[in-house]
């Protein structure tokens, strides 16, 4: 059975319509990356999947169920399942970072858990170990809101690597870190969820990361999948399609002078 199924999939914004007709099958284990021109649909495809939004077309079938059809409890369950990474983590400001990390378990933990470590951090050791893979650990004690933004988002991976979850799905997690940070955290994204069997699907702009750490590239445009190939197989002519503006006038052409690929930020 698949990890992932989307049967004709449309979604509309109020009347801004944001995919038509997906269909998409992933597997379990596998790491996928989606690409696209801004407002391309990806977001709205990954809270989709993450059943923050129901689709409005078509069919989703999420981790062997479809989460449209359990009660509230048992979606409840299976949203634990999920690790969901925001490109700015949706932390409270005056949160320690030891506690944002540690509430990736929450949906694991039973209540009184949940409650008691947010009160004091129960597994100190547990979050640290979290964030020194993303040479954070200094920061454990630190307000959320006295870290940069690309540190804010590195605890939020740290969190995820910390709840363990079946399904990683990541919306533009390094957008804010330096281009060696940001190969260093999507390193280890893609590292923990192979080791672990995780199926990992993040969005990036950064098309030379998502062809460098991603098997798997699923090309959006106006809510439409263009392409879904290997990354291997991803040419150029399939990036400048992808992100041709006919708005800019300006615009330079996608492909530089000699490099195999050119790193497209948008
Ligand atoms: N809350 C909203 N209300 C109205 N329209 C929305 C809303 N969220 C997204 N949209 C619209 O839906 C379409 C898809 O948006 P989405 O955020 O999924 O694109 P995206 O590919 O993630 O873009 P970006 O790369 O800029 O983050 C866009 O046209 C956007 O304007």
Aim: proline share 6%; net charge neutral.
């Amino acid at each position: 059975m698949p990890e992932l199924r989307l049967d004709g999939v449309g979604f509309r914004h109020g009347g801004q319509a944001a995919l038509d007709g997906v269909e998409l099958t992933i597997a379990r284990g596998e790491q996928v990356a989606i690409i696209g021109p801004s407002g391309a649909g990806k977001t709205t495809l990954l809270r989709l999947l993450a059943s923050h939004l129901q689709p409005q077309q078509g069919h989703l079938d999420l981790l062997g169920c479809d989460p449209w059809r359990l009660s509230a409890s048992a979606r409840r369950r299976l949203r634990a399942r999920i690790g969901m990474i925001h490109q700015a983590p949706p932390l409270p400001p005056r949160q320690r970072v030891v506690t944002a990390v540690l509430a990736g378990r929450l949906g694991q933990w039973s209540l009184g858990r949940g409650l008691a470590s947010l009160v004091y951090p129960l597994d100190k050791v547990g979050a640290a170990e979290a964030l020194a893979r993303l040479d954070l650990a200094d920061k454990l004690y630190e307000r959320c809101d006295q870290l940069s933004g690309g540190q804010l988002q590195r605890v939020g991976i740290a969190r995820v690597l910390y709840q363990q979850p079946e399904l990683v799905l990541a919306d533009e997690p390094v957008s804010a870190m330096d281009p060696v940070l940001a190969r260093h955290a999507l390193g280890v994204l893609c590292a923990d969820a192979h080791r672990r069997d995780a199926t990992l699907l993040a969005s990036l702009h950064a098309v030379e990361l998502a062809i460098e750490q991603f098997p798997r590239i699923i090309g959006v445009r106006a809510g439409r999948i263009q392409f879904d190939k290997p990354a291997a197989d991803v040419e150029v002519a399939d990036l400048d399609a992808l992100y041709a503006n006919d708005q800019l006038v300006t615009a330079q052409p996608l492909l530089p002078v000699n490099p195999q690929l050119h790193v497209s930020r948008c």
